[in-house]
């Protein structure tokens, strides 16, 4: 698997597994099976109540643990900076792990107004050696700058909502700009994934593989990590099957055209949107 560098010497593979909605029983099988068609990053989150799941989808895949990245989310009602860190301790005995590989800011809720203590609980839980990596999800570019200007530390990752009906390609500018790697979530978009637009469409066709691989490439090729989720081990086997062909530019610059300014999905924007 290729791998993207991060802002602090460490890498992650290109293409992660999103675990959301999975639990239980099935949610264990599907996991454990993205670990066996090749998935080496599971993107999970504290609010997915799916962290069990991913602690012992990694012990029944029987990889070594170094081999496998780990990563889930402090939510909203966590926030505060002695209450992040303990949100990280939380989950880390809910997966039965010693440490995580990447823990994101879920979501910034602005009007609570405890970003920059959640962040420098983050700070503090890498310098305890809880997390290697840490991060932010749906964050905007003044909320970005604020959380860095207060700690000096920049975010390694930002995990935003990305598909060709929502390209963000302001927030990719500002990501590159301060040297913050993009991740996507809904990235084939999901329920309104684009497989019968005409740039998705004729690419598929014109290299021979699916609608859903287009997209996934897209991504690759502008440069983000994609956390398909798929309970079924074909489709996951597919989505991760993108490294044997490449996009014109003139391709990749039309599925981007398929961007609107209303693309979200349900409306998630982080100035006005908040999780608990
Ligand atoms: N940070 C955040 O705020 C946030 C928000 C939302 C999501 N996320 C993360 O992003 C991950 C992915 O997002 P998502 O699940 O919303 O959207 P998605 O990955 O874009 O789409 C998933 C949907 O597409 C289907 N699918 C998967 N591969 C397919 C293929 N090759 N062809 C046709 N259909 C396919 C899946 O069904 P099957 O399972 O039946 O294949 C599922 O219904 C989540 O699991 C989560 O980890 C993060």
Known sequence: METYELNDGTTLPKIGFGTYPLRGENGIAAMTSALEVGYRLL?????????????????????????????????????????????????????????????????????????????????????????????????????????????????????????PRFPQVDMRAVHARLGIQTSSWSPLGKRDAAYDEAP?????????????????????????????????PERQRTNLDVFGFELTDAEVEAITGLGKPDGRLFGGDPNTHEEM
């Open 43 to 163: 993107d999970s989150a504290v609010n997915y109540r799916n962290e069990y799941e991913v602690g012992e989808a990694l012990r029944r895949s029987g990889l070594p643990r170094d081999e496998v990245q780990i990563a889930t989310k402090v939510p909203g009602r966590d926030h505060g900076r002695g209450k992040a860190i303990a949100s990280i301790e939380a989950s880390l005995e809910v997966m039965g792990l010693d440490r995580l590989d990447l823990v994101l800011i879920h979501w910034p809720n602005p009007s609570q107004g405890k970003y920059v203590r959640t962040w420098e609980g983050l700070v503090e839980a890498r310098e305890q050696g809880l997390v290697r990596s840490i991060g932010v999800s749906n964050f905007t570019e003044p909320l970005l700058q604020e959380i860095i200007d207060a700690t000096g530390v920049i975010p390694a990752v930002n995990q935003i909502e990305l598909h």
């Open 200 to 232: 998705v469409a004729d690419a598929a066709k014109a290299h021979g593989v699916t609608p859903a691989q287009v997209i996934l490439r897209w991504q690759l090729q502008i440069g983000s990590l994609p956390l398909p989720k798929s309970a079924n």
